[in-house]
């Protein structure tokens, strides 16, 4: 037993690659005539660059990516946003998919997160008799590799062989395991009849038949299947891949959100001090409840307070230049 891909086994592991399976033909005859078919305990198809028997500890790969600078890439470089929030969830994401099981995740939950700069994700195979892939955002919601945030395929086909049964019996008998009964019989038989002993020996022969007869018996037993077959449609028209995808809305939908962004901004659902000048020209600000709190008691009447907190939540649009004031045509970019 050892410690294989970070896993105590109590099976060895041996891989063939899918071009030499001669080779591994040659190894479960040479398993069957030996006698210990049922020593296998399973045979599973998995891809070859992302799992090593031989290592103690698994086999981590990377794939680098680059955040979004636009939306709707189908047919060119896509629509760009005047306004940054296009690029995050739910109108722009990151899509994980293996074998037809997707998980979306958040681009500003990631590390580092700015249009243009690189994001990094993780994936690596853990070989056993049930062999699992494991794909793991490198850094996520300010943890690193978080493991409910990992994605596990462990839908590998498996396969079974067949043996030769009586090769097998006879293999089993050989080796001392089961002893040729025909043998000893026959031979007791012969030694009783020298001396006369003709009861026992006539006994002896019996015991004789039955052995050839069982042994006849096992010649005509059909060959045996050893292990589980389940199949993968995937797997076998070599299709199973991971899928990244940068999953975003149409250009269309894109440039009527952004055109409310530019006049009326976006909700933040934070408790804060209104906004009023984080945009070039003129911003939007609306609020929910919202209490108007004095410096000191007495110097705004609670009247104009009321009204004050009744235009905030209503919205009210604050501009930076006179000269500006409804010329809603002018570059707002935030």
């Not at 001396?195 to 069982?214: E, K």
């Not at 804060?272 to 110097?299: D, F, L, M």
């Amino acid at each position: 037993m050892a410690l294989v891909n970070g896993l105590y086994q109590g099976a060895r592991l041996s891989q063939w690659r899918y071009t030499m399976l001669n080779g591994l033909d040659d190894y479960l005859e040479s398993v069957v005539g030996a006698g210990r078919g049922n020593q296998v305990v399973g045979l599973t198809m998995v891809p070859s660059g992302l799992f090593d028997a031989d290592a103690e500890e698994p086999l981590w790969e990377t794939m680098n990516f680059t955040f979004p600078a636009s939306l709707d890439r189908r047919k060119d470089n896509g629509y760009v946003p005047r306004n940054k929030k296009l690029l995050t969830a739910p109108y722009t994401f990151f899509r994980v998919d293996i074998g037809g099981n997707s998980k979306d995740y958040d681009f500003e939950k990631m590390v580092n997160f700015n249009p243009g700069h690189t994001f990094t994700w993780n994936f690596c195979g853990v070989a056993s008799p049930n062999p699992e892939l494991l794909v793991v955002p490198e850094d996520y919601d300010n943890r690193h590799r978080p493991a409910e945030y990992a994605m596990v395929f462990n839908n590998f086909p498996q396969c079974a062989f067949t043996t030769d049964s009586y090769r097998a019996w006879l293999a089993y008998q050989t080796s001392g395991g089961g002893a040729l009964n025909y043998v000893t019989g026959a031979v007791g038989a012969a030694s009783q009849a020298l001396t006369g002993n003709y009861v026992g020996a006539a006994l002896g022969v019996v015991g004789a038949y039955a052995s050839l007869q069982q042994q006849a018996y096992k010649a005509q037993r059909e060959d045996r299947l050893i292990g589980n077959q389940s199949g993968s449609a995937l797997v076998g028209s070599r299709t199973l891949d991971i899928v990244f995808k940068i999953m975003s809305i149409t250009k269309e939908y894109a440039r009527s959100i952004d055109d409310y962004f530019d006049r009326y901004g976006y909700a933040t659902e934070r408790l804060k001090v209104p906004n009023r000048s984080v945009r070039p020209h003129w911003c939007y600000t609306q609020t929910r409840n919202c209490a108007v709190i004095p410096e000191s008691e007495g110097i705004l009447p609670g009247v104009f307070a009321r009204q004050i907190e009744s235009i905030y939540n209503k919205g009210i649009t604050f501009w930076k230049s006179i000269n500006e004031v409804g010329n809603y045509s002018l570059d707002n970019t935030v």
